[in-house]
């Protein structure tokens, strides 16, 4: 299998005062290549020899109105392209399932635009976006069920189509505060409206619209000017995909370190999953074939304790060093 990509940049950016703006083009060039060599019969009509070229705008402005405020907007022209294995009519046969590829499979294209605004204080800085991206002609994989006379019955197969539309109009908004110069506390949330057309069987369509959030916390601080203290939170409300769903789900982690004996030693401790909730459950909506699949964000609750023990002037050359950082 071979995958050659080449692209070529060409930008352009321009002054007006407070108002910035720049301007691009992205040329994109990209081969895709696979050979079945090693088959027993003929399988030149599985092969894959294909050729993309892309042209790709971009326009960036930013515009300062004060010391305190900035207002910015972008677009930009975004693809998508098939896999190789995806475009290849060959059948891939597992335990129980099938997979095929779509040889006439095209690229996908992205229109994204934002706009936002944001206000930095003494203390800390805050900002708000909206943003909007649709894809046409997406790149969409159905999971149905066939006959297969491999397994004698009907079992799950998927394949790639070039019908799909979807798209995400949302909101974004992000809150920075350094109340004191050893702590920071960072708040961001999301909330998207969330769309999707994509056909399922001939004749067979399945749409529909929702409302995806999250809300994530990041804090550190020091405590007795020795421990450092540190919290990540992160909750994911239902989030719907393309005939599917994802159960709401919370993250926290959590730990502590401290240089002792003037720098010699250090200690830490680390809580990965605090309440061990980073679970994924995914359930299908499709009305042909209902599944449901758990894992996990991170594999396992964790906690971890370390020790580090510096000798000779190891630790004199890490105090210098954080000497002229603080500075």
């Known amino acids: ?44 009509a599985y092969d894959v020899d294909r050729f993309f070229f892309n042209v790709l705008p971009s326009l960036h402005v930013n515009y ?32 129980e399932s099938f997979s095929y590829g779509n040889p006439d499979l095209t690229v996908s294209h992205y229109h994204y635009v934002t706009l936002g605004w944001s206000y930095f204080f003494q203390k800390g800085s805050a900002s708000l976006s909206a943003y909007h991206w649709k894809q046409k002609d997406g790149i969409t994989q159905i999971d149905d069920v066939a006959f297969h006379p491999y397994f004698g019955r009907i079992v799950e197969t998927s394949y790639y189509i070039n019908d799909g539309v ?38 067979i369509r399945s749409t529909e619209e929702s409302l995806n959030y999250s809300i994530r916390l990041n804090a550190t601080t020091k405590l007795w000017k020795v421990v450092n203290v540190y919290l990540t939170a992160f909750y994911k409300g239902k989030q719907h995909n393309v005939m599917s769903y994802c159960e709401p789900m919370f993250l926290v982690n959590a730990g502590l370190s401290a240089d002792l004996l003037n720098d010699r030693l250090s200690l ?3 809580v990965s999953d605090l309440f061990n909730s980073s679970d994924f459950n995914i359930r299908s909506t499709n009305i042909f074939l209902d599944t449901y699949s758990k894992s996990q964000f ?18 004199l050359s890490n105090k210098a060093q954080q000497g002229s950082k603080d500075n």
């Open 1 to 44: 299998m071979k995958d050659n990509e080449i692209e070529q940049y060409i930008t352009l950016r321009r002054m007006f005062g407070p108002l910035n703006v720049k301007a691009g083009v992205r040329l994109a060039e990209n081969w895709k290549m696979l050979n079945y060599y090693d088959m027993p019969v003929e399988t030149d």
């Open 268 to 270: 830490f401790l680390d």
């Open 298 to 315: 991170l594999t396992m609750r964790a906690i971890t304790v370390g020790a580090t023990w510096r000798f000779g002037k190891t630790a």
């Open 64 to 95: 300062k109105l004060n010391k305190q405020h900035n207002l910015n907007m972008s677009y930009s022209y975004r693809f998508g392209r098939p896999g190789a294995s995806s475009m290849s009519s060959f059948q891939r046969i597992k335990m």
């Open 166 to 203: 979807i798209s995400n109009t949302g909101l974004q908004f992000s809150f920075m505060l350094r109340p004191t110069s050893t702590t920071t506390v960072n708040l961001g949330a999301s909330l998207t409206d969330y769309y999707y057309d994509v056909p399922i069987r001939p004749g």
